[in-house]
């Protein structure tokens, strides 16, 4: 039995199995060519198309949409957190009972 298990076992490197001179080198299978094919492929049309970005249909500029008059409106209608009819004479004025008219 300890003769099968020392003749049969499976061969193993020393040290770190994937580093260093005598290391575990995976063979690349048609399936990882492929990939890096496809990878390789999206990646030069995406160059392509940051190199030519004019190709691409544009959706406009915010000035020609009217981003910024949306903007300004949204910010104007919004919901205030505050009152605009307080002051500070307003909210001080229960200081002010004990001075007299003289």
Known sequence: MRIFQALFRKKMPNGHIYRGKNRLVKVPTWEDLQKLRNEFEIEEQNMFYLRHSYLT?????????????EGFIKVL???????????IESRLAHL???????
Do not use: I, M, Q
């Open 57 to 69: 249909p544009s959706h406009g500029h915010a000035k020609a949409l009217g981003k910024h008059e």
């Open 77 to 87: 209608t919004r919901p205030k957190p505050f009152y605009d009819n307080v002051t």
């Open 96 to 102: 002010r009972v004990t001075e007299c008219w003289d």
